[in-house]
């Protein structure tokens, strides 16, 4: 396997998720977890994750689904080929 980049990428269950929106601002990190004060729990859990007794579907995709760091070559999206 090549991983000449070092590039990782974050998926929830099957979804790529977008690198700047799990990106902590202060350190650079991805914040890949399923912590309740991270940005997976805020971005697909809300403030509240039970509307009229239930769980929302997306909150209930987080909650059923593994959250998986990945390495990965970067492509033509991230502009890496454009700026070597």
Do not use: W
């Not at 990965?72 to 991230?78: D, F």
């Amino acid at each position: 396997m090549y991983y000449g980049f070092g590039y990782r990428i974050c998926f929830l269950g099957d979804r790529l998720l977008a690198r700047y929106k799990i990106m902590n601002n202060e350190t650079g990190e991805l914040e890949c977890n399923k912590l309740d004060s991270g940005p997976l729990h805020a971005m697909y859990c809300g403030e509240q994750d039970v509307q009229d007794g239930e769980v929302d579907s997306d909150c209930r995709y987080f909650r059923e689904h593994n959250v998986s760091l990945r390495a990965a070559i970067p492509g033509l999206a991230s502009n890496m080929f454009f700026s070597e």
